[in-house]
């Protein structure tokens, strides 16, 4: 008992070290590379606070970049589940579809935003598009695979005891589904948020994506590092709210799931 | 992985590079596999996409750049190219991938 007390203050520790190590490697580099080219931790926090509060210049851009993720990732969320319940229950449409669905979520699709450009102008309604584009497809393809993976014993004892198609959804099918379904929800926001940081990078007039690229063609790096530091908060945030949920109803194996159809041998 | 292997290499008086070679690395081969073919779809996209935001040359340059120009078929062959090629390795690595996950199981 008093060992693994010992090896969990351990870890603790451990974890807290390592952002340590990187702010004291950051300020090492500063140092090495001069702080026209990477400036020092205090520098970066002392513009990142006066963003943020004093003189403003990051909140409409923050604004900006969180209602596109909002929007592009709730109708992302949306649809994606409708979709993958549909393609997990009907076993036709899920085999046409498959392959076309692992094979979008495979390519780089930043090399489409042109067309989304052309749809949906330079505005933020196609970032918004985009980062829904982004985040559709691991949604579709977990749910996808974790309504196909339900044992149809469990169903078929639903059915025995007379429970009705909705019961059956509350009772047998949500509770298998869900821990999935957090991976899935996980993964679709990382990539609905990195499509719409991208898109602004790309092309827009708002947004944090759309600073970081002034900022780098005025080399104003103390801008770019803070923006670098509220874009990784909140991924690392929302990440971390997932990653607590996924871990009380039971970690899946993510790049099985991902990867879809691999009948592995029970390990 | 089940703990028998090991055991069996080291009842079999298998040095530990030995059991590394012949029974490790073969059980851990799909898996790493599977790292791999993320690893390049991963790099692959931040290749492009750097490419279509900030470069002189490349792929995901001349998309950015026939865009900006209004040369639409330029653009959209690129586009296609760069989804043929996308499609084209990925679909190979899975194949790799299922045959070794598939032998594995044997």
Redesign the interface.
Known sequence: MNVRRKREILIRLGIISVPILIIALWQLGSIILKEFILPSPLCTFSVLRNGLFEGGWLLSDLKATMIELLLGYLSAVILGLVVGFILGMHRFSREVMEPFV??IY??????????F?FLFGLGMESKVAFGFFHGIFPIIILTMNAIKDIKDVYIKVGWSFRLNPLKIFKEIVFPSILPSLMTGLRLGFNLAFLGVV?GE??ASRSGLGYTL?KS?GAFYMEKILSIILVLAVIAITVNFVYYTMERKLGRVDE?RVV?GE????V? | ??WIYPKVGRSLRLSSFEIFIWIYFPAATP?IF??LK?GF?YS??G???SE???STRG??HL??FS?SAFDTEN?YA??LL??LI??LI??SL?RI??WL?GR??K
Do not use: C, H, Q, W
């Open positions: 692992l094979n495979a390519i780089p699709k930043v090399t489409l935003f042109p067309i450009l991208l990078m790309a690229m780098e790049i990867e691999k009948s592995l041998p390990r | 992985m089940d898996y599977t790292g993320l779809i692959l996209i290749v492009i996409a279509f935001i900030i792929l995901g998309i950015s865009y653009m690129s586009m760069i989804v996308a499609v990925n679909g899975v991938e299922t996950y594995r199981a």
